[in-house]
């Protein structure tokens, strides 16, 4: 299994719901991260885990809530979000030191 | 990281080599050159990386100069399938640890039939 699954694949949500984005691989990859795409913008780094541990948050607002249950999944929930966090969200995995990142196909969110 | 500068956009004829330029003259000792493509509306998709030497996989060959300032990449014989944003990326070695990556503007590059 060489590929990085992220659930759901578009999210349409209100400004008072919570919701959650998962994030799953199966390579043995002890480093994972969310990356925010603003459309025709490239990706810009949210959160690193490694070794499911918290090591980078880029100052992203406190409505992003980060968590690494296991090795294998990542999630990102959601709570109060504005409008203009509408954007792919991207997950991606690497072995821990200079490797390539492998990344999912994204998660579209739409808040109204 | 240092900052690399590309092209906004580029074409090149199917069938054809792609030579995709990107400079870094801020680069130090320990950073290694990454590039990595987004076709559409996917996550991006790794391609090459090099320190010193010149590499070279079954997607892409990466030339990088002698004095590490600068960069190219070659895609042998372009197809439409190729068109996508290409990011040239400088990361330093990090070890044990993970490090994310600070993607620029990139270069679009279109295939033309």
């Known amino acids: 299994d060489t590929e990085v699954t992220q659930t759901p694949k578009h999210l349409v949500m209100g400004m008072t719901n919570k919701k959650s984005l998962k994030c799953e691989q199966h390579?043995?990859?002890?480093?994972m991260y969310w990356y925010k795409q603003k459309a025709k913008k490239p990706p810009e780094l949210m959160f690193v885990?490694?070794?499911?541990?918290?090591?980078i948050n880029e100052s992203v607002p406190s409505r992003f809530s980060p968590e690494c249950p296991n090795s294998s999944l990542l999630n990102l929930h959601l709570h109060a979000l504005q409008p203009e966090d509408s954007a792919l969200y991207l997950c991606?995995?690497?072995?821990?030191?200079?490797?390539?990142?492998?990344f999912g196909p994204g998660t579209r969110l739409t808040v109204l | 990281d240092a900052k690399t500068t590309q092209p906004t956009s580029m074409d090149c004829a199917e069938g054809r080599a792609a030579n995709l330029p990107c400079n870094h003259s801020?680069?130090?000792?320990?950073?290694?050159v990454y590039w990595y493509r987004q076709i559409h509306s996917q996550g991006p998709q790794y391609i090459i990386h090099?320190?010193?030497n010149n590499e070279t996989n079954e997607m892409a060959s990466l030339i990088i100069t002698e004095d590490r300032k600068s960069s190219t990449l070659i895609l042998p014989h372009a197809t439409l399938r190729d068109t996508a944003v290409y990011y040239c990326?400088?990361?330093?070695?990090?070890?044990?640890?993970?490090?994310?990556?600070?993607f620029g503007k990139g270069t679009h590059l279109i295939i033309q039939p």
């Open positions: 991606a995995s690497s072995l821990t030191g200079v490797h390539e990142q492998f």
């Open positions: 390579m043995g990859h002890r480093a």
């Open positions: 801020t680069i130090s000792g320990n950073e290694y």
């Open positions: 990326i400088v990361r330093a070695y990090s070890g044990g640890g993970a490090d994310g990556l600070t």
């Open positions: 885990y490694s070794y499911e541990k918290l090591s």
């Open positions: 090099g320190l010193k």
